[in-house]
């Protein structure tokens, strides 16, 4: 039986919606998990046949979605000659009064290969590089577009692509902490909602930033969405960040849409980040709170890198794999069994509950859902655990996540309290529990 058969992809006739709870997102009336990857380039540099082959080699490692950036991210991308250009290109530049019809016929296209395929588009809209007053147009101050230009834009991202049916992320990677910006997204926000209604919404922005309570309560925004990110830190706010976004009013899915990315580096160039450290940001996202979905990226993939070619974000993320070589990076099939996981035991709607994690020598995560009926527990490094939960008449499934295959610990109840022996293996692992 494929799991995943004909889920995840929102459209027309079958749209994402926001479950009762607020907590999760269904389709045709079952939970979904959004598993995304991450190829902000992909309008700009890949071709189409490019794209169909990652996008059904992603379906085949499980992903259901695709985060993509409408306009080229200026001050973070690799450079060749084949890249698009969304705007007329005059003396160098670009002519903003003059966006490139082949350019969006061409994006177009491609978000209907992906619906075809069985994938959601998220569509970052308006990267900070073309919003005024923020720290990437500071780096560009040329790409900043005014209010008109704004609006002429929005108008053709909804003729373009709202009967497609993707996921509108107003905002990418800001601060959130300039008046000039907030009005433009919350503009774009309603502008986007009202033109296209059956359209989740969202926003992207720093791992630093703090969503303002207006936005937070605003009713034409569907999801709360956070990166962790990729420098020092990254561990803290994996689970810091979703329990913040899990606790807003009004209650909300909560979608981790920038993890750190599979060969990223960090540390100021000391390491890169590996599937072990995905795997990690990923599933305590998950059992914090951010059970909408997940954002996957690889290190070369994302920018649709070529080899030899320059990456003007090297100062911060070294230089990316080929892109070719970035989609064969394993944690792509990790993230894949997360969300055959999180759809099979129903994993969606978990709760923090460290205060039921009674040993915890290997930094583990629990989370349980509101009912008390279903649980998940990550081990970062394979330890005893201990917990302060009676789980006699429960299932166990444990799975050695490094391997992507079932193991079996014991463990034993008493007193109340439930031990697991130390698993015999240096992977990290996941305990499933269902009453």
């Given amino acids: 039986m494929d799991l995943f058969a004909g889920r995840g992809s929102a459209t027309a006739r079958h749209p994402l919606r926001v479950a009762a ?30 794209w169909a082959d990652a996008l059904r080699l992603r379906r085949r490692q499980g992903f259901n979605a695709v985060q993509v950036s409408v306009l080229p991210i200026a001050h973070d991308r690799s450079l060749g000659s084949g890249s698009r250009a969304p705007f007329r290109e005059v003396d160098g530049g670009w002519d903003l009064d003059a966006p490139d019809p082949a350019y969006f016929d061409r994006a177009r296209a491609m978000v209907a290969t992906a619906g075809d395929l069985g994938l959601t588009v998220v569509l970052v809209v308006l990267w900070c590089n073309y919003v005024p007053d923020t720290w990437g147009s500071t780096r560009t101050p040329e790409l900043a577009l005014d209010d008109a230009r704004t609006e002429r834009y929005l108008d053709l991202v909804l003729e373009r692509f709202a009967d497609l049916g993707p996921v509108l992320c107003v905002s990418g990677d800001d601060s959130l902490d300039s008046p000039v910006a ?10 986007l909602k009202a033109g296209a209604p059956d359209c989740m919404t969202t926003l992207h922005s720093t791992p630093s930033a703090v969503l303002p309570d207006d936005l937070a309560a605003d009713p034409a925004l569907d999801l709360y969405a956070y990166q962790s990110g990729h420098d020092d830190g990254w561990e803290e706010r994996s689970a810091a960040l979703p329990e913040r976004y899990a ?13 750190c990315y599979e060969g990223h580096g960090f540390g100021g160039g000391r390491e890169r980040h590996d599937a072990r450290n995905v795997r990690r940001a990923s599933w305590t996202g998950l059992l914090a709170g951010a059970g909408a979905g997940l954002g996957y990226a690889a290190h070369g993939a994302w920018s649709w890198h070529r080899s030899g070619e320059d990456f003007n974000g090297e100062h911060f993320s070294g230089i990316p794999l080929p892109a070719a070589r970035a989609l064969e990076l394993p944690g792509a099939w990790d993230v894949g069994l997360l969300r055959r996981l999180v759809e099979q035991h129903g994993l969606q709607d978990l709760r923090p509950r460290q205060d039921l994690v009674l040993e915890n020598r290997s930094g583990a995560r629990l989370g349980v859902s509101p009912d008390g009926q279903r649980a998940a527990a990550y081990l970062p490094y394979a330890f005893r655990l201990r917990l302060a939960l009676d789980l006699d008449g429960w299932s166990v499934e444990t799975w050695d996540l490094a391997h992507g295959r079932r193991d079996h610990v014991a463990w034993t109840v008493d007193g109340g309290r439930t031990t697991f022996e130390q ?3 240096t992977a990290d692992l996941v305990h499933v529990l269902r009453r």
């Fill in 21 to 50: 709870s607020g907590r999760h997102l269904e389709q045709d009336g079952r939970p979904v998990f959004l598993l995304a990857d991450t190829l902000w380039a992909a309008f700009s540099r890949m071709t189409e046949a490019e």
């Fill in 182 to 191: 907030l009005a433009r997204y919350r503009s774009a926000l309603h502008r």
């Fill in 247 to 259: 606790a807003l009013e009004p209650v909300r899915p909560v979608h981790s849409m920038e993890p």
């Fill in 423 to 425: 698993p015999e293996t």
